[in-house]
């Protein structure tokens, strides 16, 4: 889709605004890249570590229950000041979490890297926060979700270096030894094998803080506009209330609670899923995981285009219903059916958090910001889900834990029939 400068309704970014929004843009490709090395790490800390499906979920636990805990004061923050000032601080955290990779991998402590990512993540929920409804603001109404839509686009590239950086050089410098080979090492051994493990753990993140203090710096010295109230002061349980009383915003949330959830399900466990059927090690099998973010980031571009012509909440159910199909492949045939339908499940989640965002907070006002906050708050799903999917996946086995992304995907298909609709009232 064209970038439309004309000064209708039906421009997406209008002309004053292109290098703001092209910059900002930039920006949900960085979060895309940290999500997808975090979801290679669960793969990673399992054989570094001897961990449990339950205990490499608490990566996610500590990584989602950050944008949880961070989400509404970044909005309370960004109404006291501007988007670009929430982006500036995002950032800032962003690297300091990927710097602290460091010192976690020279004590080799599990806890440490939760700190370090915790932080991170942190940084990354001020971002979400400012970013998403920054783009939805700079345009008209009428075009505003597939502006996000466009915006969003530019994450799934970021996901795929995510998945390239995850698989070529974590993965891939594991030490292929067993897990009953690991347990005929000696201390000393183990614990060498260990530290080059984590080294190799360690050096993208590190790499990834010095590219984000360069982006830092190009957001500082760019003008943005303000995106801001005239009106600074905060009355939070006005605007909860008013918040509360609009069901389609309150559903909104809801089905993205389910939403993140499923997604970060999908792909924490896929490298596993397909080790399990296809009996490959960990970088062959993130190959698929790669295969998935692919056409991922394809179905982005091709569903923003689609939305010129279909109703964003149509293509949602649309896409919620085929996610169940190919998730019942997943859990009841597997084998390389299941992995194509779980590689295929991505290509359905791709329009999800953009299209759930956009139709939530249509009509919020002067309420988005704060509004935002709680559809940022609701990636809390990917900590809570992904954790009940791993205790699943390790009492029952990993094709009957992809119920559980399942189940979550009944409730965007009930958001995108009916659920979306902006009725004031809850009752």
Same mark, same amino acid.
């Given at each position: 889709?064209?970038?439309?400068?004309?000064?209708?309704? *039906?421009?997406?970014?209008?002309?004053?605004?292109?290098?703001?929004?092209?910059?900002?843009?930039?920006?949900?490709?960085?979060?895309?890249?940290?999500?997808?090395?975090?979801?290679?790490?669960?793969?990673?800390?399992?054989?570094?570590?001897?961990?449990?499906?339950?205990?490499?979920?608490?990566?996610?636990?500590?990584?989602?229950?950050?944008?949880?805990?961070?989400?509404?004061?970044?909005?309370?923050?960004?109404?006291?000041?501007?988007?670009?000032?929430?982006?500036?601080?995002?950032?800032?955290?962003?690297?300091?979490?990927?710097?602290?990779?460091?010192?976690?991998?020279?004590?080799?402590?599990?806890?440490?890297?939760?700190?370090?990512?915790?932080?991170?993540?942190?940084?990354?929920?001020?971002?979400?926060?400012?970013?998403?409804?920054?783009?939805?603001?700079?345009?008209?109404?009428?075009?505003?979700?597939?502006?996000? *839509?466009?915006?969003?686009?530019?994450?799934? =590239?970021?996901?795929?270096?995510?998945?390239?950086?995850?698989?070529?050089?974590?993965?891939?410098?594991?030490?292929?030894?067993?897990?009953?080979?690991?347990?005929?090492?000696?201390?000393?051994?183990?614990?060498?094998?260990?530290?080059?493990?984590?080294?190799?753990?360690?050096?993208?993140?590190?790499?990834?803080?010095?590219?984000?203090?360069?982006?830092?710096?190009?957001?500082?010295?760019?003008?943005?506009?303000?995106?801001?109230?005239?009106?600074?002061?905060?009355?939070?349980?006005?605007?909860?209330?008013?918040?509360?009383?609009?069901?389609?915003?309150?559903?909104?949330?809801?089905?993205?609670?389910?939403?993140?959830?499923?997604?970060?399900?999908?792909?924490?466990?896929?490298?596993?899923?397909?080790?399990?059927?296809?009996?490959?090690?960990?970088?062959?099998?993130?190959?698929?995981?790669?295969?998935?973010?692919?056409?991922?980031?394809?179905?982005?571009?091709?569903?923003?285009?689609?939305?010129?012509?279909?109703?964003?909440?149509?293509?949602?159910?649309?896409?919620?219903?085929?996610?169940?199909?190919?998730? =019942?492949?997943?859990?009841?045939?597997?084998?390389?059916?299941?992995?194509?339908?779980?590689?295929?499940?991505?290509?359905?989640?791709?329009?999800?958090?953009?299209?759930?965002?956009?139709?939530?907070?249509?009509?919020?006002?002067?309420?988005?910001?704060?509004?935002?906050?709680?559809?940022?708050?609701?990636?809390?799903?990917?900590?809570?889900?992904?954790?009940?999917?791993?205790?699943?996946?390790?009492?029952?086995?990993?094709?009957?834990?992809?119920?559980?992304?399942?189940?979550?995907?009944?409730?965007?298909?009930?958001?995108?029939?009916?659920?979306?609709?902006?009725?004031?009232?809850?009752?």
């Amino acid at each position: 889709m064209s970038i439309s400068t004309d000064s209708g309704h *039906n421009v997406v970014v209008p002309r004053a605004y292109l290098i703001p929004f092209i910059l900002l843009s930039s920006l949900f490709a960085l979060w895309g890249l940290a999500n997808n090395m975090t979801d290679t790490l669960l793969a990673s800390f399992k054989k570094i570590m001897s961990m449990t499906d339950f205990q490499t979920s608490w990566i996610q636990i500590a990584f989602y229950g950050s944008y949880f805990c961070l989400a509404l004061p970044a909005a309370i923050y960004i109404r006291r000041y501007t988007y670009k000032s929430g982006v500036l601080l995002g950032l800032g955290l962003f690297a300091v979490g990927a710097l602290l990779f460091y010192p976690a991998s020279q004590t080799m402590v599990y806890g440490h890297f939760l700190v370090a990512l915790f932080i991170l993540a942190g940084g990354l929920s001020i971002l979400e926060t400012s970013a998403n409804p920054y783009a939805i603001v700079m345009g008209p109404e009428a075009t505003a979700t597939r502006r996000l *839509n466009l915006a969003q686009s530019f994450n799934p =590239l970021g996901s795929v270096s995510g998945v390239l950086i995850g698989k070529f050089f974590i993965l891939s410098n594991l030490n292929q030894a067993s897990e009953a080979e690991r347990t005929q090492m000696s201390g000393a051994q183990l614990e060498l094998v260990r530290q080059e493990e984590l080294a190799a753990v360690m050096g993208p993140y590190v790499t990834v803080a010095a590219v984000i203090a360069i982006v830092w710096i190009l957001f500082a010295v760019t003008s943005f506009p303000k995106g801001t109230e005239a009106d600074k002061s905060l009355h939070l349980w006005s605007t909860f209330r008013r918040l509360l009383r609009r069901r389609h915003y309150g559903l909104g949330v809801v089905a993205q609670f389910f939403y993140v959830g499923a997604q970060i399900g999908v792909w924490s466990f896929t490298i596993r899923y397909v080790m399990q059927d296809l009996g490959l090690n960990e970088a062959d099998a993130a190959s698929y995981y790669l295969a998935a973010i692919l056409l991922f980031s394809a179905s982005r571009f091709v569903f923003t285009f689609l939305m010129r012509y279909v109703q964003p909440q149509n293509l949602l159910w649309v896409m919620s219903a085929m996610a169940i199909a190919l998730s =019942l492949v997943v859990v009841l045939i597997g084998g390389y059916a299941g992995v194509f339908a779980l590689v295929g499940v991505s290509g359905c989640m791709s329009l999800m958090f953009p299209t759930i965002y956009g139709l939530a907070v249509e009509g919020l006002g002067d309420d988005t910001k704060i509004g935002a906050s709680g559809l940022i708050m609701a990636i809390l799903g990917g900590a809570i889900i992904t954790a009940i999917q791993g205790r699943v996946s390790d009492m029952y086995g990993i094709h009957i834990a992809y119920l559980v992304p399942l189940a979550c995907f009944v409730v965007i298909l009930h958001y995108g029939l009916r659920g979306y609709r902006p009725v004031r009232s809850i009752a």
